[in-house]
């Protein structure tokens, strides 16, 4: 069967014609399933997965055996979208080795087309060798929760000129290293919009302002399932929680008073054959 994927080619032409990028986070079957029928041109596979799925408090106990067991189901829920999965806390930041193999165990080991990897000049080594080994690879820039301990919190990063001129040579870094795409992430919408116009790769922003050349948000953020803080940046589009809790209270009432199952619930026993087993 042909492969219907979207490819970082198709990506890049989209920024020279102006089309913005859909990008959103799923981590699962039926996520992947449910936001690639959407129509969003990529899925990331976000270490989120620590906040929203596992219950962390941050991304850094997130496992590449996590992101991989996560990343294969979205891969096998998608069959259009470009799925990126972020490589976890000191799974490439410790030498350029050991990020092209632990790369190339997401890619081989889940199917997705690329990686996420946060920072710039600080890890070019590792983007570099990965990239020219064929992998695809996303830089992510701003905020990145995988030094949350050393930005102090999640805050806006780069609105001093010192940090803004340090994210802009990180971008050019990234590019210059063969990242097809670059994440930024909470920051001012005037240095995203630089960013965006001075690289020839895709940008994409969260809490970056609208001149990006396109958007990623958490699902669990869009579809107000996590109760965790909600920062500035969200857009919450649709109250799932408050459905599914519903249905959930819905259920355990009608167990408690027996109006479930009904009968169009229930299997039937012929006549005979509950004869047979009483009298045998
Ligand atoms: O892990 C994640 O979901 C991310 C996005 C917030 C960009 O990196």
Known sequence: MADKRLTTLALKEMKQKNEKIAMITAYDYPTAQLVDEAGAETILVGDSLGNVVLGYKDTLSVTLDDMIHHGSAAVRGSERALVIVDMPFLTYQVNAEDALRNAGRIIQQTGAQAVKVEGGLEIIDAVKSMTQTGIPVVGHLGL?????????????????????????????????????????????????????????????????????????????????????????????????????????????????????????????????????????
Request: proline share 5%.
């Open 144 to 280: 990145t929760p995988q030094s949350v301990g050393q930005l102090g919190g999640y805050r806006v990063q780069g609105r001093d000129p010192t940090v803004a001129r340090k994210i802009i040579e990180d971008a050019f870094a990234l590019e210059a290293a063969g990242a097809f795409m670059v994440v930024l992430e909470c920051v001012p919408w005037q240095l995203a919009k630089i960013v965006t116009e001075k690289l020839s790769i895709p940008v994409i922003g969260i809490g970056a302002g609208k001149f990006c050349d396109g958007q990623v948000l958490v699902y669990h953020d869009v579809m107000g399932l996590y109760t965790g803080k909600r920062p500035k940046f969200v857009k919450q589009y649709a109250p799932a929680r408050d459905v599914m809790l519903k249905g959930v209270h819905e259920y355990i009432s009608e167990v408690k008073d027996s109006s479930f199952p009904e009968e169009r619930h229930t299997y039937t026993m012929s006549e005979e054959a509950l004869a047979g087993l009483l009298e045998g």
